[in-house]
């Protein structure tokens, strides 16, 4: 159990587009999902907490009107990364949890993206 | 600002030596230490740490944390060439469904 899955695994896109990224909790319900990226050798930083039926919570420095999330059921989140550049490439890596208060979180295999 | 560090960075040791990975942590309202295996794509669980003390234990792989200290370690023992990986930790502020705080990571590399 606890699996998780994210769609596409990788994107190439052109400077101003939008893309989206979704992030599915396969076989559980997950209020909470959290969205996170990754640069090249570096760790993982939190971006933002998505609750089922709520606005996501966003870390500091993070743009929420770029970085558009939505977690409209407790097994679907999406990411939307609007006007998207290049310094936008990354490894963007989601997170789900089962149940809150007792259980870690399920990391999605994660989506590149690259800008051009 | 909560922050976490592992060391070393990187190690490269040959197959079946047992190595030591290291990692402090300085966050508010800890709850929990985490330990992940990043390969090529998303980390994988490997071990949930609470209470001082007391290790876990998964195969070659053991973890024990220090809450006194704010220290933790991730031993694996007969080391194979599908342990090379990147290991993450994180702390937490719950049992690790609320925000993590990820450290860097140690690259660890194992040589046949």
């Known amino acids: 159990g606890a699996v998780v899955s994210q769609h596409p695994s990788w994107v190439i896109c052109k400077s101003g587009t939008s893309v989206k990224i979704e992030c599915r909790s396969l076989d559980f319900q997950a209020t909470t999902m959290f969205w996170y990226r990754q640069f090249p050798k570096q760790s993982l930083m939190l971006m933002a907490t998505s609750n089922e039926g709520s606005k996501a919570t966003y870390e500091q420095g993070v743009e929420k009107d770029k970085f558009l999330i939505n977690h409209a059921s407790l097994t679907l989140s999406t990411l939307t990364v609007t006007s998207a550049h290049p310094e936008d490439s990354s490894f963007y890596i989601c997170?789900?949890?089962?149940?809150?208060?007792?259980?870690?979180?399920?990391f999605g295999p994660g989506t590149r993206l690259t800008v051009l | 600002e909560d922050k976490v560090v592992q060391s070393p960075l990187s190690l490269v040791v040959h197959e079946g030596d047992t190595v030591t990975l290291n990692c402090s942590y300085e966050?508010?309202?800890?709850?929990?230490l985490l330990w992940y295996k990043q390969e090529k794509k998303a980390p994988t669980f490997l071990f949930m740490l609470t209470s001082s003390g007391i290790e876990k234990k998964s195969g070659r792989l053991s973890s024990i944390l220090d809450k006194k200290e704010l220290f933790s370690i991730l031993n694996i023992t007969a080391t194979q060439t599908g342990d090379s990986a990147v290991y993450l930790c994180?702390?937490?502020?719950?049992?690790?469904?609320?925000?993590?705080?990820f450290g860097t990571g140690t690259r660890l590399t194992i040589i046949p």
């Open positions: 966050v508010t309202n800890f709850r929990s």
């Open positions: 997170s789900a949890c089962r149940a809150p208060g007792t259980d870690t979180q399920y």
């Open positions: 994180a702390g937490g502020t719950n049992f690790g469904n609320e925000k993590l705080t």
